[in-house]
């Protein structure tokens, strides 16, 4: 599914690569048979934008939407597991799935980074990726609530991703809790990652890695407001 290969290319991080073919990407939006029209246009306008940025600003917002924090993470089970050691077991899970479909990870890889996640569903079946889009909605509904109330266009990627599902969250109370959830992004947040965190001198081979560095940043300190996504189920 062509929409599903764009967006994950648009969620992964800025680099001159990307703004170098956004204009062939700008084009391949009008072949995503699987979009509405409206959705086509919102999103050939989102890269439109980009285009109009300069790199090094779409960098910056990046980074302060994704790395600051966990509330925005783009590693699925961060929702869903945070810490716990179920999430390595649904990493092992997840691994496998994508090993069957022929898929091999760069060791700097996590399997559940969302735009990894979307890379993989479009190599399946119209079914499997309606299915894989489903298991995730409550995470996508979570994430576009959080970012629209940031004011980030980001959050038109989740939703256009969430119109390709046929799951039906409730919505209304997903952004009251959300409107009332701590920031895990401002300054003392921040702060008291950095206080609370163990300085190590061992195993630096491992530093090269920024996904390594940002899970071992974040790791048992503050904890994001976790919010039950099973609750978001239903009708709206």
């Known amino acids: 599914m062509l929409s599903l290969r764009i967006i994950s290319r648009l969620l992964d991080y800025p680099n001159q690569e990307l703004w170098e073919h956004l204009s062939e990407i700008f084009e ?4 995503c048979s699987e979009l509405t029209e409206e959705n086509k246009t919102k999103l050939k306008f989102w890269i439109a934008q ?18 600051r924090g966990r509330a ?7 929702h869903v597991h945070g810490q716990s050691r179920d999430r390595g077991q649904a990493m092992v899970d997840l691994m496998q799935q994508y090993q069957q479909a022929g898929l091999e990870l760069d ?9 990894l ?12 990726v309606e299915q894989g889009l489903n298991d995730i909605a409550p995470i996508l509904a979570l994430l576009a609530e959080r970012l ?12 256009i991703l969430l119109s390709l599902t046929t799951v039906t969250l409730n919505q209304k109370p997903l952004s009251e809790k959300v409107s009332k959830e701590t920031r895990d992004d401002t300054p003392q947040a921040l702060d008291q990652v950095w206080d ?8 630096n ?17 503050i904890q994001p407001q976790y919010l039950d996504i099973n609750s978001l189920m239903g009708e709206e």
């Open 28 to 31: 391949n939006v009008d072949e």
């Open 50 to 67: 980009n285009k109009q940025t300069r790199l090094f600003d779409a960098q910056a917002e990046y980074c302060g939407l994704f790395d």
């Open 72 to 78: 925005l993470s783009l590693l699925l089970f961060e």
């Open 107 to 115: 060791a700097k890889e996590l399997p559940d980074h969302l735009p």
């Open 117 to 128: 996640y979307l890379e993989y569903l479009a190599t399946l079946s119209q079914e499997q």
């Open 148 to 159: 629209s109330q940031r004011e980030s266009h980001y959050s038109l990627l989740m939703m």
């Open 196 to 203: 609370e965190e163990q300085v190590t001198f061992m195993d």
């Open 205 to 221: 081979a491992a530093c090269d890695s920024n996904t390594q560095q940002h899970q071992r940043r974040f790791a048992n300190t």
